[in-house]
């Protein structure tokens, strides 16, 4: 299994990024997709995520700036961030999770891609 992420760059602050994931998972509309962050220092953090079934959860700093979305035709997932700040400053990983039982699952992970907002 791959997770391969896109599209990470260097911005200046109030610009926007979109992000994405391809994953080779063999029926990806049964993952959960998330995106996780990791700034230097910092604890790797989640930042949005989106259920099999379409739920989304964003992490409070980045509501009404980021919009995930994910795409099961093309086993693909976004995030789009917008009015980047500074803060946003970290390695993004793309994550992928599947429960099949109270013992069994599956926990994936990108390699990461770099966001930078700085002017």
């Known amino acids: 299994v791959q997770l391969v992420e896109s599209g990470g760059g260097l911005v200046q602050p109030g610009e926007s990024l979109r992000l994405s994931c391809a994953a080779s998972v063999t029926i990806f509309s049964a993952y959960a997709m998330a995106w996780y962050r990791q700034a230097p220092g910092k604890e790797r953090e989640l930042v949005a995520a989106i259920g099999s079934g379409g739920s989304i959860t964003y992490v409070d700093s980045v509501k009404g700036r980021f919009t995930i979305s994910r795409d099961n035709t093309n086993n693909t997932v976004y995030l789009q961030m917008n009015s980047l700040k500074p803060e946003d400053t970290a390695v993004y990983y793309c994550?992928?999770?599947?429960?099949?039982?109270?013992?069994?699952?599956?926990?994936?992970w990108g390699q990461g891609t770099q966001v930078t907002v700085s002017s």
């Open positions: 994550n992928a999770k599947r429960v099949y039982s109270a013992w069994r699952r599956d926990d994936y």
